[in-house]
């Protein structure tokens, strides 16, 4: 059942056989090509080496645990999509594998359409780089005070500095960049830069934006501002 999913690969690294030939049944049915790796380390090679679309990775491996391998990859500027894949679901192991990097939660024993539809998801959201409507000279550029985004070549600053984004906090923040004043509510955040069809953690929209404070308030007053019991607004402070 060949889709336009034949142009993506997806990586899979699981100790365990019968999940990795499951996966890997699934997303060939499915039109995706995949490759299989039973530890991080030799997922890290693979990952190297191959033009990987998308990593499903689990958490628990024999060598190094799926949140150094997601730590490892980001350290080497590697941005692909991951989604882990575990049996470990508390809050504590949501907001430690997010703030590594990663992207998407599925907690074992999953559906395979849904994780199918997760993975369809995650790569919509990570094509999706619609030019912005911009009164700059530059049509992908977006500006709110001293803080620059440019959505074509994913290259954000605040007061001159580069800051380092992850592709899910470059759409949150783009997102609010194209909404300035404006509050937007957990729902709409959800559904613009995680997906309508986003099965994950209900506080993955307050996780992200935490991290996206933790990085740009540093560098001067605070832009992203919460409305107690309806979402977030990104305006400069004092709205000045």
Known sequence: MADSATQHHVLVIDDEPNIRDLVQAALHFHGFSVSTA?????GLSLADEQQTDLILLDVLLPDVSGFDVCRTLRKSGNEVPVIYLTAKDTPTDT???LSLGGDDYVTKPFSVEALVARIHAMLRRSRNTQPAVSDN???GELRVADLELNERTWKVRRGGVNVDLSPTEFRLLSYLMHHPDQVLTRSQLL?????????GHPQIVETYISYLRRKLDPLGSPLIHTQRGVGYALRPQNGT
């Open 38 to 42: 039973e530890t991080g380390n030799e």
């Open 95 to 97: 907001v430690t594998g």
């Open 137 to 139: 000279d530059d049509p």
């Open 191 to 199: 559904e613009n830069v995680w997906g309508w069809d986003y099965a």
